[in-house]
């Protein structure tokens, strides 16, 4: 990846002014307050991982939850990575290690949403699912007019399951 060792970990409280510049450099990803990302990087921090360099850059950043109403799913929140390392797989593998943790032992479904035109992150999804043997479901999760009163692209759930564990 780029000739540079990449370095997998929890966010901490501390990450979080670096994930809120990290995200504000990822277009087209909605920016949160700086108070949400530190929410993401600290409350989050078991179903949330970060890339860095070795030099401490930090170069990824994906937050996540498990869904209260079913604790076997994990809600893909952001998925962020620097421009300098787009294309070479580190989403995928960030996914990945987030999965093999043991806090995400019992995760058998993952679901995000997505935008209809963020080809991007629908190549990753679907990646991920080949990558799984899972299934992928697309369906309307907030729509254009109905929930966003047309100030927002209609967000897409996409659910991927089950993953054999």
């Known amino acids: 990846m780029n000739g540079k060792k990449i370095l997998f970990d929890k966010p901490s ?23 949400c990302n530190l929410l993401q990087a600290s409350h989050f921090s078991e179903t949330s991982i970060m890339a860095r360099l070795e030099d401490g850059e930090l170069v990824g950043f994906i937050s996540g939850y498990i869904l209260p109403n079913a604790q076997n799913t994990l809600f893909v929140w952001q998925v962020a990575v620097s421009d300098q390392m787009r294309g070479q797989g580190l989403a995928k593998k960030m996914l990945t290690a987030l999965l093999e943790r043991p806090f995400c032992r019992d995760v058998t479904h993952i679901e995000t949403s997505i935008t209809a035109d963020n080809q991007g992150s629908w190549a990753l999804f679907r990646s991920l699912t080949n990558e799984l043997g899972a299934v992928l479901e697309k369906s309307v999760m907030f729509d254009k007019e109905q929930h966003f009163k047309g100030q927002h692209d ?7 399951g089950s993953i054999p564990r």
């Open 13 to 35: 409280a501390m990450d979080g002014m670096a994930v809120h510049k990290l995200i504000a450099s990822c277009p087209p990803l909605d920016t949160n307050s700086v108070y």
């Open 154 to 160: 209609t967000e897409h759930l996409a659910k991927i």
